[in-house]
């Protein structure tokens, strides 16, 4: 059975200075494999309590004595981590590098801020408007370029994060580079506003964060995430199983593009203000950062991820200037020691191990006595 | 309209001849390591920007006194700035390659696993260069543009139609296509070139026949790399002022000269690159200057749909001696 494999892999001693945190985490795992349904149900009361009290000014002092806490945790951290959630779909579950990320949260925010600036529609109904436009542009985008070799495709999102970006600057129907100012918050529900207060903006984003989560767990078991999974390991063994890899890699990408779509509309209904540097390159690779560090493909590891690179730079703030030379460095380094990130799924460890799981191996790799992938052969 | 493009193509056609040189010669590099390891060096652009600062340090620091003229200083003053950025950026490649894709190939890393390395590289890079090398250069915290003294002077050679034909457009054109020929040559004439050849066919049977992959690897990177030095140094030659950032765009478009040209394909590359600086620049006229990226992004997302083998096709790998 595959699973076994996996596991007898995982008990040989690796030289890694990760391995101890490794070990904490497979225990985890495995408790979280036998649990019980109330014992889950359990976890999951206790992550939601745990997200409603983290804004309390306890914790905020400790975890950011520089700025208001609750707004450090709507933006950047939860912004990051609904990015990241949405780009894990596309990156982590189908195995596809998009570089141009940013683009949907673009358009997202752009439409809760032209549509409610200038035709005063309800603020859920740009939002709903901003996600559907996401999707349409993820499926323009892929439409042509999902049949490419995966490399090519990273350079295409990246020209495409680019083009939505300048489009955005010269536009003047959007207001050009000075952006749209004067975006409409949401309206109030259940009696509470959303005005200056970050609190409210907060459980909104919480609520978003939940859905997405669902969702993404959902369709990870589902027929469509086995199908994913399946093109990740072996597009092309995939296709000849039967899997219409060119469908489901555009589904893919359109529902990334549509979790970008809804987090860029959170964002809006805060910011007051969209202009076109909002949406640098930096910022995708900043949430490409966050997916890879926390463990592409695996939800917790993927939110923790997205935490940290959005608390960290807050948190020390002193070393503020200095995050985005970190992160560079950080991505360097995790891929030559930890290539599958921080809490990785056993599965994507494995994929790893065996240089499957990211759009093929290299060229001029020939292995030698001492590469893992011939010790397997050996074995 | 048509009144303004007429009068514009001339002028705009020896821009684009211009950009389009620099382009092709940043592309050899993305083309010639595609062509060994099928893999986009995503950091490239950081060479080529490593490039500018090479010999931005050394014109700042021989500070022509003199006004620009033409003359055998000048001409030695360009070729020192040209061997000095390739240096720079051709050691920078080695490093490079060094520390973000050789650990992952002796690992039998995927392709995703190094061009996230490379990308984490290309940020680390442009990051230390704004925090920590410009401020230095230039005596002023914050991410500056750091300008060069002129040393080429910008003498009217020669008109077609309506078109000034200046003498640093005539020497970004010549030096680019003389370092190509070179280029060319050495990976089809000599050993070492074989080797590249050879390993961009089938690595395994270069490895039998005695071929070190690691050193073919090193050197492709250090050609590639020299390049992008030469590109540089024409650059800061031409446009006078750099950035930390000032290879990011410039990367995406001569990675799409690549594409353009057929990726692996050396004459393609300057194929490309001319090709690319012509449309974007005659999209200019028609839609502003403010689109050029978006018109060579779009050109890119066109070829890759409809002929993703580019113009010339893919052809480190066939034999061409």
Redesign the interface.
């Known amino acids: 059975m595959k699973g076994d494999e996996v596991t007898s892999e995982e008990t040989t001693p690796r030289r890694n200075p990760f391995s101890a945190i490794g070990h904490g985490i497979d225990v985890m795992r495995d408790w979280w494999e036998h649990a019980k349904v109330w014992q889950r149900y359990l976890v999951y009361i206790g992550a939601v309590v745990f997200a409603l009290i983290l804004p309390a000014p306890a914790i905020g002092s400790f975890m950011s004595p520089g700025a208001d806490w609750t707004s450090v945790l709507v933006y950047p951290i939860g912004t990051y981590i609904l990015l990241a959630v949405g780009l894990n779909v596309v990156v982590g579950q189908a195995?596809l590098?998009d570089?141009g990320f940013v683009a949907f949260f673009a358009i997202g925010g752009y439409n809760v801020a032209y549509f409610g600036t200038q035709y005063h529609w309800n603020y859920w109904a740009t939002v709903v408007m901003g996600i559907a436009m996401a999707a349409v542009s993820g499926v323009i985008l892929g439409a042509?370029?999902l049949r490419?070799r995966?490399?090519?495709l990273?350079?295409?999102t990246?020209?495409?994060g680019?083009?939505v970006r300048?489009?955005a600057?010269?536009a003047d129907v959007i207001g050009g580079a000075r952006g749209i100012t004067n975006v409409p918050h949401p309206p109030p529900i259940f009696g509470t506003k959303f005005l200056l207060d970050p609190a409210p903006y907060y459980y909104l984003m919480i609520v978003a964060i939940a859905l997405v989560i669902i969702f993404s767990v959902r369709l990870q078991k589902s027929r469509v995430g086995r199908a994913w999974a399946a093109i990740r390991e072996d597009e092309d063994a995939a296709e000849l199983m039967g899997v219409p890899t060119f469908k489901f890699k555009l589904l893919a990408f359109a529902i990334g593009a549509m979790i970008g779509g809804l987090a860029g509309g959170v964002y809006a209904g805060k910011a007051v203000f969209i202009e076109p540097n909002t949406f640098p390159?930096?910022l995708s690779?900043t949430i490409?950062?966050a997916v890879?560090l926390g463990g592409s493909g695996n939800l917790p590891g993927v939110i923790l991820g997205a935490f940290l690179i959005g608390w960290l730079p807050e948190r020390f703030r002193d070393f503020a200037?200095?995050r985005?030379?970190i992160?560079?460095?950080?991505?360097?380094?995790?891929?030559?020691l930890r290539?599958e990130g921080l809490l990785p799924s056993r599965r994507r460890k494995a994929e790893?191990r065996e240089?499957?799981?990211?759009?093929?191996?290299?060229?001029?790799?020939?292995?030698?006595p001492?590469?893992?992938?011939s010790a397997e052969v050996n074995q | 309209m048509l009144q303004d493009f007429l009068n514009q193509i001339l002028p705009s056609t020896v821009g684009g001849l211009v950009i389009g040189s620099i382009y092709a010669l940043v592309a050899l590099g993305y083309t010639m390591v595609y062509g060994v390891l099928r893999l986009i060096n995503f950091a490239h652009s950081e060479i080529f920007m490593i490039g500018t600062f090479a010999s931005l340090v050394l014109l700042t620091a021989i500070a022509p006194a003199a006004p620009a003229t033409f003359g055998i200083a000048m001409i030695g003053t360009l070729l020192l700035c040209m061997v000095v950025s390739a240096i720079a950026s051709g050691g920078a490649a080695v490093l490079l390659e060094t520390v973000a894709y050789r650990p992952l190939r002796k690992r039998g890393a995927t392709k995703l696993a190094a061009l996230i390395s490379a990308i984490g590289a290309s940020i680390f890079l442009q990051e230390l260069f704004a925090l920590e090398i410009i401020p230095w250069l230039t005596d002023k915290p914050g991410r500056n543009q750091a300008s060069a003294p002129r040393f080429v002077p910008r003498d009217e050679l020669f008109h077609i139609g309506n078109a000034a034909v200046r003498l640093d457009h005539v020497i970004v054109i010549i030096a680019a296509v003389l370092v190509m020929i070179a280029l060319d040559q050495t990976v089809s004439k000599t050993r070492i070139g074989r080797g590249i050849r050879a390993t961009a066919q089938d690595p395994e049977a270069a490895v039998l026949m005695g071929v070190s992959i690691d050193n073919i690897v090193r050197v492709t990177f250090l050609l590639g790399g020299a390049m992008a030095g030469v590109a540089g140094a024409l650059y800061l030659m031409e446009i006078e002022n750099t950035v930390f950032n000032v290879g990011f765009v410039l990367g995406i478009k001569a990675f799409t000269a690549a594409v353009l040209g057929g990726i692996g394909n050396l004459r393609g590359a300057l194929l490309g690159g001319i090709v690319l600086g012509l449309i974007e620049n005659w999209g200019a006229i028609f839609l502003g200057s403010q689109w050029k990226d978006v018109i060579a992004f779009t050109v890119l997302v066109i070829v890759l749909m409809f002929r993703p083998t580019g113009i010339l096709g893919e052809s480190l790998q066939r034999a061409r001696a």
Do not use: Q, R, S
């Not at chain 1, 799981?357 to 292995?367: K, L, S, Y």
């Not at chain 1, 001492?370 to 992938?373: F, G, R, S, Y």
């Open positions: 195995g590098l570089l042509p370029t490419l995966g490399d090519y990273a350079i295409v990246l020209g495409f680019e083009i300048i489009t600057n010269n390159f930096i690779a490409l950062a890879v200037e200095y985005i030379l992160f560079g460095g950080v991505l360097v380094l995790m891929m030559a290539p790893l240089g499957t799981g990211g759009m093929g191996a290299m060229g001029a790799e020939v292995a030698g001492t590469t893992e992938a």
